[in-house]
């Protein structure tokens, strides 16, 4: 498939100064290439456009790794191989499930791409599920974080594994000071768009929104009752912190989803589902939710507590404004508290007094108890909920599919009635359960 049909399926009609100049940095057979670029400026497609190019679909060998940090950025970086229909197999490994199953799946699968933490690679690399003798390109995708000292360890038992690749592909939104020695780069071509930080900056609204008292749950309800039904993301610094916020606004009647690393994969992805698809408003989460993580439509990040670091408020700031979107950062402060000193100019506001009632969202999100491995696809969701459902196309929103169970999100007014509807059909056959996610 050829690349104008690739970016076709993706809905891209035209590539970044940024990815034009990784895609002729690739061009350059062998030589490694660092890329930085702010977040949202579209890197995963920038390297995934060459690395595919180069990919041998006749071949079952695993012929590139891609290194990220978390399992959410695993999973969205193969969807995203997925989207493109270019022929070439991904697969995503990641701790919180069985390296057994996952070995398993790839048997099945097998993946031309792997893309995988820095933990569960070691683990399959030690036991011979991923073979290193094919893989001649290693990309690391975030590498400021997986080449931190929380990674060093397994980041180098990697690729020291990794010894017949000829070529390493580095892309962050933040530079590092140094790269380390085990990561075996030479002479690098370097794509620097991080001027363009600026041009962002510009895009951000920056607000203050000062908190009478330590405890800022009041606050943050009455900022969140002014942005109507947009999109808000709001950071905080420890798991408690989050399920406690996220408790606090669902009792004050904001429809919120929670995500922290504490959580296990599940409730993860119905967490990063239903804020997605717009059935929740609100997202309450830490730094996990910082990288890799493409949400369209990102109207306000919120940052409850100060982030901790420069590099966390690049990355927290990067969820709003991503491509050419504009979008809104708010700092709320305490009374000993103020900005640090890497923000910036921002203007301070306050909330009115009469405030309006929180904003609804505009999707629900269905549990169907069905997925790939009972031969449910997507189109047959579709068909499902209009010919027996009672829907229009235009009622039904995003939908993903696992392995044994589907998400579908559906407009809030027309949930009740469904589930009713469709409680005693069966699905190609087969008889489910479907529930609404809370």
Same mark, same amino acid.
């Given at each position: ?243 406690? =916020?996220?408790? @606090? $606004?669902?009792?004050? +009647? ?6 922290? &690393?504490?959580? %296990?994969? #599940?409730? /993860? ?111 047959? =969701?579709?068909? @499902? $909920?209009?010919?027996? +459902? ?6 039904? &929103?995003?939908? %993903?599919? #696992?392995? /044994? ?34």
């Amino acid at each position: 498939m050829n690349r104008s049909e690739v970016l076709r399926k993706l809905g891209v009609t035209e590539l970044s100064d940024m990815q034009k100049a990784t895609l002729e940095a690739f061009g350059k057979k062998d030589q490694d290439i660092v890329v930085l670029s702010p977040t949202g400026t579209g890197k995963t497609l920038a390297y995934m456009l060459p690395l595919t190019e180069g990919i041998d679909v006749e071949s079952d060998n695993v012929q590139a790794v891609v290194v990220v940090p978390g399992r959410e950025l695993a999973l969205q970086s193969c969807n995203t191989l997925q989207s493109m229909g270019c022929g070439v197999r991904g697969y995503a490994c990641y701790g919180g499930r069985m390296a057994m199953d996952e070995h398993r799946e790839m048997r099945n699968v097998m993946p031309h791409i792997v893309f995988s933490t820095p933990g569960r690679l070691v683990d399959h690399l030690d036991k011979g599920n991923i073979s290193p003798y094919g893989v001649r390109t290693i990309v690391i995708d975030e590498f400021d974080k997986c080449l931190d000292m929380g990674f060093a360890d397994e980041m180098s038992r990697a690729l020291a594994r990794l010894k017949f690749a000829s070529r390493h592909v580095l892309l962050s939104a933040t530079n590092a000071e140094s790269i380390p020695q085990y990561v075996r780069m030479s002479d690098a071509r370097i794509v620097n768009f991080l001027e363009d930080s600026d041009a962002v900056s510009r895009r951000i609204d920056l607000l203050m929104l000062r908190s009478p008292v330590n405890d800022k749950l009041e606050t943050l309800y009455s900022y969140l009752c002014t942005t109507a039904d947009e999109s808000t993301i709001v950071f905080a610094n420890h798991r408690e912190s989050v399920e406690r =916020i996220a408790s @606090f $606004l669902s009792s004050r +009647g904001i429809v919120v989803s929670a995500f922290h &690393g504490g959580f %296990d994969q #599940k409730q /993860r992805e119905a967490a990063l589902y239903k804020f997605s698809n717009g059935s929740a408003n609100v997202m309450v989460c830490t730094d996990l939710a910082s990288r890799g993580l493409d949400i369209d439509n990102i109207a306000n990040v919120v940052h409850y507590h100060l982030p901790e670091t420069q590099e966390a408020y690049i990355h927290r700031t990067g969820r709003t404004a991503r491509w050419n979107a504009a979008g809104t950062s708010l700092f709320i402060l305490g009374p000993n508290e103020s900005l640090p000193d890497y923000v910036g100019e921002s203007r301070e506001i306050t909330v009115p007094d009469e405030l309006p009632a929180p904003g609804r969202p505009r999707m629900v999100t269905i549990y169907i108890g069905k997925g790939k491995k009972d031969k449910i696809s997507r189109g047959d =969701i579709v068909g @499902f $909920l209009c010919k027996k +459902g009672g829907l229009q196309k235009d009622e039904v &929103g995003k939908i %993903d599919v #696992k392995d /044994r169970y589907a998400y579908v999100a559906v407009k809030s007014g027309v949930a009740a009635k469904l589930l009713k509807t469709v409680a005693n059909e069966k699905i190609k056959g087969l008889k489910t359960v479907f529930e609404l996610i809370r």
